[in-house]
């Protein structure tokens, strides 16, 4: 395709908006007029107060945040979940403070609050919108009753280096996927109405990049050109603040040169004059401060004019704000019209919340938090069994006949952790509202008898002192349910690993009770994707399950016994070893992609093999260019087939849309749900595009036999990207299509986009 194009909104930048609120038919003329009014009547230092968000003290109001609060030098307050702490909180700034203006609650709620719901990767993997909202729902409800009304999430940085501990937090790889599950997040945050006293604001972040991390290292350096930006990383946020989240947290990272938390391109070009956001922007934690050990500004009070101007609203916990803004603006150094601005995005969201009105919650008189009704658990059980993903399933071991089983041995360090299953972010969550594995599988098997052998204390331990029972146990069952992965503590904030391998000696229990002969099914408990191609054979059966919360044991017991049937499906790509990371679906093509033609392993590399004894293509000599799961895969208790794929109709302009049809029928001979994937290439562009981007997904549930038609709309604008100006576009000329079950559908299909027609 070539650059005469046509351009088009797609998922970029839209048309800059009138940043006159007076003028713009969005804008509630009565929250800007009670902002104004409150501005008229604030001091330069209740201005900053409101842009400050400090640290609660663990249901403690020490004599400085009280005067602070009452000073009106507090905007925000941040880890206090205590109800009756933050209700007084809320009254020494309403009743105490010159102007009465509410201080605004917020809280990592990532994956539920109390009920703990599956590690958002986890989430992701279920690939289902509605359920998504649903858990965030249910989150916001738990700790708005606490008096939070802030959540910081969803975050949306792009996954694609599962050595990143906050690959657990993520939506996944791919940035459609990330911003529709963030989208959904969003609404069920943020609800009907942000002024339900049950909504919580929503923060979509880390704006931007954090996901590109150099090496996989949290907090690490990223370079990303303009183009990937754009086409990579930006849509998940434009996504979730098009579903209207309220709030935008800035990254620690470095982005170019310019740490994103002093980024004016990210903050003000792209997020205030393309997007038209209008809600505020938050540092990330100390963020500000920061910015002089990037080597960026010379000391606190330089940091601070440079996040100010560069676009951050709110800093949290950094005191910068608290310690310099008012000075730079007595000075001159920052002027006060954009001091008002920051002021009244910060207030607009708490105006927008209904926190004049209602500051406080009302359940602060209720003596303990009750527990999480019923539904939260049947949510939280939910989406924990759909969020698991069947890997491997040789001769059909799964799912297991409960009664033909009578002795099952259930053996690990993960069958029977209340706190690992909930994994990362989860200050919150309770543990004694965890099922675990064995607690479940004890319950669903009373005519069994369940063996348990944890074999080695941690997912980290190399003592093998347990292995000796765990075989013997192994030896003596019908079937081995090994509970192996990650610990809560290796994945998330700071918890980044080199080696993306079975930590510990777990891959050596696994070959301990695989000798025994006793077939052997793998549940894998992780807050990444794990490199496990030395592991994959050795077992029968393989169930990736991530973090997957309170209601763990339940679900899994379910889908092993065939209650339910797997449906998960992998939101990232599988490395068969952790060198080859980065790897993703949606990667370019290089001048020399790998073949089967062209790929020798070094193994088969003859004694004295020349600089030329390979096919000169771009692999790793020591391990397959494929990965070892695709993106998109998983597997089911039945068998899917996809035929008859049409594209109509085969020409369209650049605005126009096409209808992509599939058949897709259940061989197996079970009830079962295929995740419909469609995806599309460019073959020629102006700028080089990825070798498959998704762009479409359905759920179809089919009985045995049945066949149905699917049908996708394929519009132009979804086929659009940033051109070599950064303007998206919509080029003409030849696209691909595929249909399948993951990346590596092979049902194609071709249609063209036709040159713009002049205007008649
Ligand atoms: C994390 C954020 C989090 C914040 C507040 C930071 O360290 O990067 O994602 O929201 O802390 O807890």
Redesign the pocket.
């Known amino acids: 395709m070539h650059p005469s194009a046509a351009a088009a909104p797609g998922p970029g930048p839209g048309p800059d908006r009138d940043h006159d609120h007076d003028q713009d038919p969005g804008v509630d003329r009565d929250v800007e007029a009670r902002i104004r009014a409150l501005l008229d009547r604030m001091t330069p230092a209740e201005k900053v107060g409101q842009l400050n968000q400090l640290s609660g003290a663990d249901g403690m109001i020490p004599d400085a945040l009280a005067r602070q609060v009452r000073e009106g030098r507090v905007g925000s307050i941040?880890?206090e979940v205590d109800p009756r702490t933050l209700n007084e909180l809320q009254r020494l700034a309403v009743d105490e403070s010159r102007l009465g203006i509410p201080l605004l609650a917020g809280r990592?709620v990532i994956h539920g609050f109390r009920t703990i719901l599956p590690i958002p990767l986890g989430l992701a993997a279920t690939w289902d919108p509605e359920l998504v909202r649903a858990g965030a729902r249910m989150a916001a409800v738990e700790a708005a009753a606490c008096g939070i009304r802030w959540t910081?999430a969803p975050?949306v940085d792009i996954g694609r280096d599962p050595r990143w501990g906050r690959v657990a937090e993520c939506l996944g790889e791919d940035p459609f996927l990330s911003g529709v599950l963030a989208a959904a997040m969003v609404r069920g945050f943020q609800g009907d109405d942000l002024a339900d006293p049950t909504s919580l604001a929503a923060c979509v972040?880390?704006f931007a990049g954090y996901g590109a991390s150099e090496a996989g290292r949290d907090y690490n350096t990223t370079n990303i050109p303009e183009g990937e930006l754009r086409s990579v990383h930006l849509p998940p946020f434009r996504a979730a603040l098009e579903a209207g989240a309220a709030t935008v947290?800035t990254s620690?990272s470095d982005l170019n040169g310019i740490p994103a938390t002093a980024n004016r391109f990210l903050l003000t070009q792209v997020l205030r004059e393309e997007w038209g956001f209008d809600g505020f922007v938050v540092s990330?934690?100390d963020s500000i401060p920061q910015l002089t050990v990037h080597g960026l500004t010379e000391d606190a009070r330089a940091a601070a004019l440079a996040a100010a101007e560069a676009g951050v609203d709110m800093d949290?916990v950094g005191h910068a704000y608290a310690g310099h803004l008012e000075a730079l603006v007595a000075s001159g150094a920052f002027p006060e019209a954009r001091l008002d601005a920051m002021v009244a995005n910060v207030l607009r969201v708490k105006l927008r919340l209904g926190l004049f009105e209602a500051p406080c919650t009302a359940t602060a008189t209720a003596p303990e938090p009750a527990a999480p009704p019923a539904a939260h658990l049947a949510l939280a059980r939910e989406s924990a069994l759909r969020s698991v993903v069947l890997l491997r399933n040789e001769g059909g071991l799964l799912p297991l006949e409960a009664a033909a089983l009578g002795r099952v041995a259930v053996i690990g360090p993960l069958a029977d952790e209340p706190r690992e299953q909930l994994g990362t972010w989860v200050f919150d969550g309770d543990p004694s509202l965890s099922v675990t594995p064995l607690a479940a599988l004890r319950e669903a098997l009373p005519g069994a008898r369940v063996r348990h052998v944890r074999a080695l204390d941690t997912s980290r331990s190399e003592d093998r002192s347990g292995f000796a029972e765990a075989v013997e146990a192994a030896a003596d069952a019908d079937v081995v349910l090994v509970f192996l992965g990650e610990e809560a503590v290796l994945s998330g904030?700071a918890h980044c690993r080199a080696d993306i391998t079975l930590p510990g000696a777990q891959e050596a229990l696994v070959d301990a009770v695989r000798a025994t002969g006793t077939p052997v099914v793998l549940v894998i408990l992780a807050g990444r994707p794990l490199a496990l191609a030395s592991v994959v054979d050795k077992v029968d059966a393989l169930l990736y399950a991530w973090h997957p919360g309170t209601m763990a044991g339940p679900a899994l017991a379910d889908l092993l016994l065939g209650k339910a049937a797997p449906s998960g499906r992998l939101p990232v790509t599988f490395p068969r070893v952790t060198g080859q990371i980065p790897i993703y679906h949606a990667h370019r093509n290089t001048g020399r992609p790998p073949t089967p033609e062209t790929f020798v392993h070094l193994r088969d590399l003859p004694r004295g093999a020349s600089q030329l004894s390979t096919g000169a293509t771009s692999y790793h000599l020591d391990t397959h260019y494929t990965p070892l799961f695709p993106f998109g895969f998983g597997l089911g208790y039945t068998t899917f087939a996809y035929d008859a794929l049409r594209v109509e109709p085969v020409t369209m302009p650049p605005d126009g849309v096409v209808q992509v049809a599939v058949e897709v029928e259940n061989t197996g001979s079970r009830r079962g749900t295929e995740l419909v994937q469609l995806y599309v290439r460019d073959p020629v562009a102006s700028v080089t595009r990825p070798v498959r981007e998704l762009k479409s997904f359905r759920h179809v549930e089919l009985a045995p036999g049945e066949r149905r038609t699917v049908t996708f709309e394929l519009r132009g604008a979804d086929l659009a990207f940033p051109g070599r100006d950064m303007t998206w576009v919509t080029e003409p000329g030849r696209m691909q299509v595929w249909v399948g079950g993951d990346a590596h559908a092979t049902l194609g299909a071709e249609f063209r986009i036709m040159e713009p027609q002049p205007d008649s």
């Open positions: 941040l880890n990592d910081f975050m972040k880390h947290m620690f990330d934690w949290m904030e």
